[in-house]
C-alpha cells in the first residue's frame, strides 16, 4: 500500500494535505449506494429471488410425492403378491 493511499484510508494529520483532500473531493460521489431503504426491504428482496430461482417450496413438494408414490407402490406390490399366493 501506498503512503499516501495509506494516509487517505487512516485519515491521520499527514492525511490533511491538498492531494489527499483533492483525492477525497474526486471519489466522493463514487460510493456504492443501497437500494433498500431498510434491512426488511432487503430479506423480502431476497427472499422474493430465492422462490423465482426454485429454493423455496418444491422441494418439499417434490418429496412428498416421491413418498406418497412409493407408497402406492409398496401398497400396489403387497396387493399383487398376496394375489399370487392365493
Known amino acids: 500500500m501506498s503512503s499516501l493511499s495509506h494516509r487517505i484510508l487512516h485519515h491521520g494529520p499527514a492525511a490533511e ?3 489527499s483532500l483533492e483525492l477525497r ?3 466522493a460521489g463514487s460510493a456504492w449506494g443501497c437500494e433498500y431503504s431498510t434491512s426488511a426491504e ?3 428482496a431476497l427472499i422474493a429471488e430465492r422462490r ?3 429454493l423455496y ?3 418439499r413438494q ?3 410425492m416421491l413418498t406418497a408414490a412409493a407408497g402406492i407402490a409398496a ?3 403387497v396387493i399383487f403378491f398376496t394375489l399370487q399366493l392365493l
Open 42 to 44: 432487503y430479506d423480502a
Open 25 to 27: 473531493a474526486q471519489h
Open 75 to 77: 401398497g400396489l406390490a
Open 17 to 19: 494535505t491538498p492531494l
Open 52 to 54: 423465482a430461482a426454485g
Open 57 to 59: 417450496g418444491p422441494k
Open 62 to 64: 417434490r418429496r412428498q
